[in-house]
């Protein structure tokens, strides 16, 4: 049974968007105006060559100037100066070793300000996207809170299981050391291993918020003894309507806790959620005004006959290293992986008809550049921290400008230089370029 210790906020009483997580099978969290991953259609056909969405589908009105940007402002501008070292922190040594071992020198932005908040016990608010370091921002202090009070028990909610593994993986480069202990509780794997796993003790559970609402309704995770409270990338986690499943889970929290709240946006949802479940909060701003400033944007026309080839033609400069390419649906997205395997291209593919396994397996490749193209779908990418992606193709439109914003937010991170390249139909922009 689950405790409820937090009386702050009353209960709602259903669950209707009890999903483990966007893209496991069957259940499909609600979203507004979000048809990204909107795959159950065999019967829906895609036309044209390499699939792509296909006349059938209704395309979103977009005027093709918004996908241009020629004059990209240099990243390199944004000089900040931090105002600690790691040393200053107070960090346990062998901590602070551990950050150098990963060759991080300087804190970035959002730790310089973060970190002695949350030393300070402060529940924190930060505006941050992925690739600022904002997961050593929160791990870090919340290892060293661990040190010094061995019954700290902290659970990170992320929007996706693939952002989960990578809050795992960089607690294991930071947190192994001081025998502390993470469990990864995911959707669309078995659910008995991690059973297992949180019977034995944890400080950190991370976790969808899916299937962290499922193991607590199965009594199988207490949430009494939690005193630290991530939400990451929470915007992301609200649009995906992971609303309800977040403040059940938070109402089951002890209120004395310490909560952080890292998200790139602020909604009116976040808003709410911050003014229900944290106390005082401190925000801290690093999101940068507008990401699509920084990253150069073309259109490439296509005649609808030509699709695949015009995609070809591009993919033969070789400037286009490392390539994200977005397409509407589950099923073109497979369908173009595999038309770009048969012409020679090394493309894996990342949707939600395949296994947590194989999204793993087409992620390692595209990571370690076994694969050159990585064709995925909007929600399968969301959350996923690739470096050097030259080029982001969308080679079916967005369903929403948000939708494009996060794409494209693929490449140009951190201060490398990226592209966006969007296909749109010739008939309604080929003559703009
Ligand atoms: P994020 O997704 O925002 O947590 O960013 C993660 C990436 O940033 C990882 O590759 C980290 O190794 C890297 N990183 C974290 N902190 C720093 C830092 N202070 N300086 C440079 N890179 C960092």
């Known amino acids: 049974m689950r405790t409820e210790t937090n009386q702050r906020r009353p209960q709602s009483g259903r669950r209707p968007n009890s999903q483990s997580d966007s893209f496991s099978s069957g259940r499909r ?156 509780c995911v959707g669309g794997t078995n659910i008995n291993p991690q059973i297992r796993s949180l019977k034995r003790r944890n400080h950190f559970i991370i976790g969808t918020p899916g299937r962290i609402m499922d193991l607590m309704d199965r009594g199988n995770l207490r949430t009494n003894k939690i005193t630290n409270v991530v939400l990451d990338e929470a915007d992301r986690m609200l649009d995906m309507g992971f609303i309800n499943d977040i403040r059940k889970i938070l109402d089951g929290i002890p209120a ?63 400037e286009l290293q490392r390539v994200i390419i977005f397409g509407a649906m589950k099923h073109s997205v497979e369908k173009l992986s595999i038309e770009l395997s048969r012409n020679g291209i090394k493309a894996e593919s990342i949707h939600g008809n395949k296994s947590h396994g194989q999204r793993q397996h087409s992620l390692r490749a595209f990571k370690s550049g076994n694969a050159r193209v990585l064709v995925a779908t909007d929600v399968a990418a969301r959350g996923i921290h690739v470096d050097n992606v030259s080029h982001v193709i969308n080679y079916d439109l967005p369903n929403t400008f948000e939708d494009y914003v996060h794409r494209i937010g693929r490449t140009g991170r951190g201060t490398k230089r990226g592209e966006a390249l969007t296909f749109v139909p010739k008939k309604a922009g080929g003559d703009r370029r």
Do not use: C
């Open 29 to 184: 969290p609600n979203r507004r105006r979000f048809n990204g991953d909107r795959s159950n259609s065999n019967s829906r056909p895609s036309r044209g060559q390499g699939g792509g969405g296909g006349r059938n589908r209704k395309q979103p009105t977009f005027n093709p100037s918004q996908f241009i940007n020629k004059n990209p402002v240099e990243v390199a501008e944004e000089v900040y100066v931090p105002k600690h070292q790691f040393t200053d922190f107070g960090l346990h040594g062998r901590l602070a070793d551990s950050v150098k071992q990963q060759g991080i020198e300087t804190p970035s932005p959002i730790q310089d300000q973060v970190i002695p908040l949350i030393l300070d016990g402060k529940d924190v608010i930060g505006l941050a996207q992925t690739g600022t370091g904002k997961t050593a921002a929160f791990l870090l202090p919340l290892i060293q809170k661990t040190i010094e009070h061995k019954d700290e028990q902290t659970i990170i909610l992320t929007p996706t299981r693939e952002l989960a593994l990578q809050v795992e993986a960089e607690f294991k480069k930071f947190g192994t050391n001081f025998k502390q202990w993470a469990t990864t």
């Open 256 to 318: 004395d806790r310490q909560t952080l709240f890292f998200s790139a946006t602020m909604t009116k949802e976040a808003e709410a959620l911050v003014n229900d479940f944290m106390q005082n909060p401190v925000t801290i701003s690093v999101s940068k005004k507008d990401v699509t400033d920084s990253i150069a944007q073309d259109v490439v026309p296509y005649e609808h006959s030509k699709k695949l080839d015009t995609l070809l033609s591009l993919l033969k400069k070789p």
